[in-house]
């Protein structure tokens, strides 16, 4: 039987006729129903309209959102939520001068996720990554992407994976693996790069592949981690085993790691807070979607993705977190939002569109979530009362959310 929301204040993202995603001017144009009604029926979205025209047949529940709005909930396409332990230590060494290039040198950072890691048991990292989950779905996340690449070993990047794969099976809203071997080079390699590159193509990924645990292959293309070079490398390996590649780039410096991704269809580049202008130009007219992680950008206080320079030029732009123990330790997409309209001048439209069809789309789910369309998964945010939909952005710090509603089952929350 049906759940009936009626008296919606305002629908948020009505896509009558799914879209892939949104792009440049198309940005600022957030499509919303006032005064409207939707219908839930077996965990999809089975109708919406005009409060005038709200159906009359019995429902299971009816839910009164009078003052209330409801969107799609968030697309996060980027995250590392799988992990162990955390890195306040480095969080302090940074707040006394140290910066996350010199604690990565030190042989912190992500290797030091790595190390924690390998000692962690699978049944504890499981644990460890579920609250985590669990605590971005009741902030409004309805889908999710998960990398590898805090194992760098076989066995530990396999563990990992094989969470993700048990993550997936026990939860209602999709989840997209992507295999990040390549996040940064073991110290017992150090020197010899290419035979971590062979152990990764040799063996990691005919045993990933084999297992099916992940769709995407991701490399972390930055000076001091992985060249241009591996990057070919190992998109070109990925992708003899069906893995679609969705890459960490320009985060630090421009090395040519946009056009690489793009030379391989890359489904996202991602980070971006670095870009030449042969950059921005290199993403156009393309199918690859840029992703900006702003969460980062403010815990690290590096720049900003330069958003309006990108759409302005007619590109499209997606929002994720980057959840993780090091670069950002939140998955809050209402505060990736928020930041996005205060530090990167995107308006409130831009970015819902951007944390929400666009998200939907860098994890191939366009077709699934992200928009309020008749028969897709009824992923849902029931705000409280709010005036406007720039209220959402603009209260910052304000949790404004009431419930959220994975096919159509409220999220416990906690
Ligand atoms: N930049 C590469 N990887 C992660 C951070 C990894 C870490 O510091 O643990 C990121 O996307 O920001
Ligand atoms: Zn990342």
Redesign the pocket.
Known sequence: MAILFKNIKELIQVRKEPIAFVAGSDMKELPTIKNAYLVVENGKIADYGYMADCPTTPVKETIDASEKMILPTWCDS?T?IVYAGN?EGEFVDRIHGLS?EEIANKGG??LN?ARTLQKTSEESLYEQSKVRLEEIMQLGTGAVEIKS??GLTVDSELKMLRIIKRLKDTYDLPIKASFLGA?ALPSEYKGNPSAYLDLIVGEMLPKIAEAQLAEYIDI?C?TGYFSVADTEVILEAGKRYGLIPKI?VN?FTAIGGVQAGVKHHALSV??LEVMREEDIEALKNTNTMPVA?PS?SYFLSIPYTPARKMIDAGLPLALAS?Y?????PSGNMNFVVSTACIKMKMTPEEAINAATINGAYAMGLAQKVGSITVGKQANLILTKSVNSIGFIPYAFGSNHIESVYIKGKAVKQA
């Open positions: 980027h590392h890195r996350y950072g992500i996720s690449g805090y996040h972390f930055e960490h985060q991602d980070h992680l980062c980057d993780n123990p090091g670069s950002t």
